[in-house]
């Protein structure tokens, strides 16, 4: 079957039809910081600024806080009130690839041994538009880790620009049927499909920033204690949580209760293996000290995710160089450790 | 045994995080700081069905002020009640203090994997305790004296750091009774009616010398006598594979979601909190 | 400059005058400067100074254990001056390599100018007045109080008085403090309740990731009080009201000690508009007390000490 394809001027149309049957999410700015936000039924003006939010999709399954569930006191004791049933189904249009395959990648924890039931009903439901780069920041690597910025694998459709279109890439049964149910898209020609050909390689090559992660979990593993190493990594390092909030493979949570008179409420929201109270407890914090965070951090994404899922959770969307208020590179941190032989005990 | 194979019927209103209303029918104190409380599920039904395994965790809410981690530790073969054992260090576990008898209690659980009972059979068993870490282990103790001859010899080294810190008195009064169990128990520091052993639990271990041949070490207690524990069964000859023990890290979800509890690749909640030497001992000098 | 910073460097290290040095070194993406903390005196030949050495170093100072050499920018040294006012370090363990600083260029802005994103931009130089940005090998020149950042506008110590070694010649003051101060102003001027819906607004962006306190020197609480749990001050969730509340808490917790480094503005990956607030309590600080935290080292500091008159009034 032939791709589609959909003139860029059409796409207010294109999400104005989606919005009957979905909750469409798009990039959308509010002073100056880019997320995927409820579309406002107009704008369309991304399609000239974006190039990848701040804020990564993540943000629209595992929300920032969320309300797991209510509960009340009565005479009879505590009353236990589960969340709402989720009724939204959302579209997300725009993902960039990196934050698809980062989608792809937490699902993996989300659905292993127990099922998180807020995170997936939400993810299940969801269609995922990608849209290829044609812009690359320079601190991205995607093509370093296993995506680029055209891969349409972790998306159910994927969009490439070829000028005046976007070239309509179905990639799951999801995203056929949505096209099959759409209308006023226009046929692809031979000659668009090689356009896209060609805006695939043109934005391959603009990412230049590469990573050699060859090994790496084995060098990892190697350099465990090597405290000389983590430190020097880690002097830089104002323990914020910007690199692991804002990082669209990180998923850790934090679980806290609040009560008004009889009415409470439990919330999880993000938290970040960077802050000292993570783990502390009672008698003693394993990771007391920055580099102890800091090599969890690096290990979990390049040794830990992989022994255990067989993928690195880390996608080379860049995020956690670009805004890291001291530029700490994950690049150059994961370049400089020590190869097996080098490294001390 | 993993968190996979939990049983997800026990799942209040089929939601993982959601708790289970107990109320707690009785309450002991065992030091000034440790408390054992007795519970039951308000719920009829969970009450006849619930099952679990010495060994496992469960995630309990003071409803408002928050949750926290506490082992089963009683024991399955006696079901008609439940009981945990906490002691005091924090917001939670103070909230629990000021709570009564027939006060509410959430309970999402049981979660974990749990001692390998079956492949303890016909072993001989050393059981070494600190503190409140005879917590897990008194619920797989009386599991394995509740069917005494399916296991050999049993050794049990007990420790806390005064005489009154030791918990579960009435138990170790119980086992030292017992002709078929070796009870040692001991102190950092005696005082005057103090009768029993003095010095760290790693220790006196060594001067117990429970023999490694056919023998397997269930090891839980305070972080710095686990770290001393091990190197001390070594000298005894006990492989990695030998030694087992339950880890204490934080945890919040308990079901391997939220991060916190990782040992290297392994989270505690989902992978643990029973492990044996061999699977932790790349990271335990350092992240542990 | 440079080269002298780098000389010194490497003398104060070989003659173990100093067990760190920290300085910048350049960054890994275009336009950025990035701390370097060694003990290596190799590497003290990558210590550099430019219009993009951002950070405030004395954040780094209550971490460390030693004596330290330390580049430092006017503002970086009232932070010393603060944090030993406030005992955290003591004035022989620092050797302050000072550098008279004219503004520091704020990408955000150029990149409004330039409507192009930093990394798009081909280069960015500064002959004094003027800076020059060039985009697709087209130059684009720029008045520098459209280019530097709000804080920088607003110095009133751009050369250390402090210092133990001056790299350069001090330049002149250029405080253009109605610039600087805008988007306070326009604040000010609106209505209270639009006043709230607008913290409200920017304060929904909070994600907690604590930027701004870790990035700032005068936060060097070992506890913060965010982390209590008994008593809970405010919820650990970045909801807006608690995200409101905990940076209206720190910016009283750092009022007499905030020097308006604008480190907390610039950290923020969501562009909360923080300055805004610590600048207006900066003003409040002086208004009250006559004080401006850093300025004067003999000065005690405020928040630590009380006179006669004000015990006599508190415990009547
Ligand atoms: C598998 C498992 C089994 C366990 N079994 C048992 C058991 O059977 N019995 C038992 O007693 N315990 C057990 N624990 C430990 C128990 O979970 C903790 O002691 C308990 O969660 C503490 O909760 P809390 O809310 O009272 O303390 P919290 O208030 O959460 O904190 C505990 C301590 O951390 C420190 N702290 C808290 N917040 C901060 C902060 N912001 N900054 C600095 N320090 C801070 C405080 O010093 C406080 O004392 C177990 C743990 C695990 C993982
Ligand atoms: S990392 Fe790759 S896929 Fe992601 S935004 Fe950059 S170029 Fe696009
Ligand atoms: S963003 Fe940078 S400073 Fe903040 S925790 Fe990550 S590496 Fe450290
Ligand atoms: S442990 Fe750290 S790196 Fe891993 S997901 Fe959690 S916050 Fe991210
Ligand atoms: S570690 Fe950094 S580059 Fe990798 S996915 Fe996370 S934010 Fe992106
Ligand atoms: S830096 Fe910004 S997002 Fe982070 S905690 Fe501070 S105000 Fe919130
Ligand atoms: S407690 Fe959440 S992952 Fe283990």
Known sequence: MADKKVGKKDIAGLLEQWSQQFAVFAPSKESGVAAMAEWDGKDISFLDWYRNTVVPPKAIFLPPMEELFRFQKGKEGYNIEPPPKDKHKRLIFGVRPCDARAMAILDMTFEQALEDPYYLSRRKSAILVGLGCTNPCESCFCTSMGTSPTDQTNVDLMLIDIGDDFLIEEVTAKGKELIAKTSGLKGATKEDEAKAKQAKETAYNKVTRKLDTEGIKDRLLASFDDEEFWEKTAAKCISCGICTLLCPTCYCFDINDEMVKQEGTRFRSWDSCGFPNYTKMPMENPRQEKWRRVRQKVCHKYEFYPMTFNVIACTGCGRCIRLCPVNWDITQVIESVPARTEAKK | ?288 | MEQKLRQEAKALLEQNKVDWIIGFEPGSLKFTATPLITRDKNDTERLIINPFIVNNLADFLTGIKGRVGIVAKGCDSRSIISLIQDNKIVREDVVILAVPCPGLIDLVKIERLAGKDRDELDDISRDGDKVTVTVDGQKKEFAINQTLFDHCLACELPTPQEYDILLGEPGPPAPELEVSGQNIAKLKEALPAERWEFWQNEFSRCIRCYACRNACPACFCQRCFVEETEPQWVMPVPRWQDNLIFQIIRNIHVAGRCTDCGECERVCPVNIPLRSLAREMYGIVDELFSFKSGMDKEALPLMAHYEQEEAEDLFK
């Open chain 2, 1 to 288: 045994m993993t968190v996979a194979d939990t049983n997800q019927e026990f799942f209040a209103q089929g939601n993982v995080y959601l708790p289970h209303i107990a109320v707690i029918e009785k309450i002991v104190e065992e030091t000034p700081g440790v408390r054992t409380y007795h519970f039951n599920f308000k719920d009829e039904k969970l009450r006849k069905e619930f099952t679990f395994q010495s060994g496992q965790f469960a995630q309990y809410s003071v409803l408002g002020t928050g949750e926290a981690t506490f082992c089963i530790s009683s024991s399955p073969t006696r079901r008609d009640h439940l009981e945990f054992a906490a002691q005091r260090v924090g917001k939670v576990t103070n909230a629990l203090n000021r709570l009564g008898v027939g006060a509410e209690i959430g309970f999402r659980g049981p979660y974990g994997n749990s001692f390998p009972i079956d492949s303890l059979k016909d072993k001989n068993l050393v059981f070494v305790g600190g503190g409140i870490g005879l917590a897990p282990l008194r619920s797989l103790i009386w599991n394995v004296l509740d069917y005494r001859d399916k296991y050999k010899k049993i050794d049990i080294v007990y420790g806390a750091r005064t005489p009154a810190d030791l918990c579960f008195k009435y138990d170790l009064e119980a086992w030292d009774k017992d002709k078929t169990v070796n009870m040692v128990t001991t102190v950092d520091r005696g005082d005057d009616g103090w009768k029993g052993k003095v010095g760290v639990v790693p220790k006196i271990l060594e001067e117990v010398a429970p023999s490694a041949g056919e023998s397997v070490a269930i090891v839980c207690g305070p972080p710095i006598m686990i770290r001393f524990t091990f190197p001390a069964l070594e000298k005894l000859g006990f492989k990695p594979e030998q030694m087992l023990t339950t880890l204490e890290k934080r945890m919040k979800c308990g079901i391997g979601k939220c991060g916190r509890c990782n040992i290297g690749n392994l989270y505690v909640c989902r992978d643990g909190p029973v492990f044996s030497y061999a699977q932790i001992k790349d990271f335990v000098s350092s992240e542990y």
